[in-house]
């Protein structure tokens, strides 16, 4: 499993949460909302400390990471992340891993 963020991303999270350089970003599984992958579970994002990282990508001093207690959603997917330019909110979208 990998995670992708893209370069509006990137902006978003600078401008929408403050993330800074040295901080750690965790995508979480949570109950409720929409998803391709999993109905009845969506993703949620926050500033967090990781335990045990499933999967983690660095930029700009940045980690983005996903635990290993919520690999199961990801169903052997990667993750892409980026920004809806109507909504202005982040987009996911999931691919599955290449072999």
């Given at each position: 499993?990998?995670?992708?963020?893209?370069?509006?991303?990137?902006?978003?999270?600078?401008?929408?949460?403050?993330?800074?350089?040295?901080?750690?970003?965790?995508?979480?599984?949570?109950?409720?909302?929409?998803?391709?992958?999993?109905?009845?579970?969506?993703?949620?994002?926050?500033?967090?400390?990781?335990?045990?990282?499933?999967?983690k990508v660095?930029?700009?001093?940045?980690?983005?990471?996903?635990?290993?207690?919520?690999?199961?959603?990801?169903?052997?997917?990667?993750?892409?992340?980026?920004?809806?330019?109507?909504?202005?909110?982040?987009?996911?979208?999931?691919?599955?891993?290449e072999?």
């Amino acid at each position: 499993m990998k995670i992708n963020i893209s370069n509006d991303a990137f902006e978003w999270f600078q401008n929408e949460m403050e993330v800074e350089p040295g901080d750690t970003v965790r995508f979480f599984v949570r109950y409720g909302g929409s998803s391709k992958l999993q109905p009845g579970f969506s993703l949620g994002v926050t500033k967090d400390v990781p335990a045990e990282a499933a999967a983690k990508v660095e930029q700009g001093d940045v980690t983005y990471y996903i635990e290993a207690t919520d690999a199961w959603y990801f169903d052997g997917h990667d993750l892409f992340v980026n920004v809806n330019d109507d909504l202005k909110e982040l987009n996911y979208d999931y691919k599955k891993e290449e072999a």
